[in-house]
C-alpha cells in the first residue's frame, strides 16, 4: 500500500473540501493498480530489448491506449466511487489523449 496520509496531502493539493478515508482507500487501490499495469507492461518493453532492468523509456513506451483502457474501467467499476477519484481518473485519460 502507498502511504494514505500522502495521498491525502496530495489530493489536498486539488480541492478544499473534506477527504473522507474511504476516499483515499479507493484512490490507493486504483493507483496500485495502475502501477501494477504500468510495471508489467514495462517489463514486458524491457525483456524484448533482453535486458533484466526497467528504465525510464520502458515506462515511457508502455501502450498509451491500452492503460486509458484500463483506466476508464477503473474508474467506472463502480458506482459509489467518490467524485473527485473520478475526476482524477478523468484528468489522467485526458493527458493519455
Known amino acids: 500500500m502507498l502511504p494514505k496520509t500522502r495521498i491525502k496531502k496530495i489530493m489536498k493539493q486539488y480541492t478544499k473540501l473534506n477527504i473522507s478515508s474511504e476516499a483515499v482507500d479507493e484512490l490507493n487501490n486504483i493507483l496500485l493498480e495502475i502501477i501494477k499495469i504500468i510495471t508489467e507492461t ?56
Open 42 to 97: 514495462a517489463e514486458k518493453n524491457a525483456k524484448r530489448e533482453g535486458r533484466k532492468t526497467i528504465k525510464g523509456r520502458d515506462i515511457k513506451e508502455c501502450d498509451d491506449e491500452r492503460l486509458k483502457r484500463k483506466i476508464i474501467e477503473l474508474s467506472k467499476r463502480t458506482d459509489k466511487m467518490p467524485i473527485l477519484i473520478k475526476e482524477i481518473l478523468n484528468v489522467i485519460t485526458s493527458e493519455l489523449e
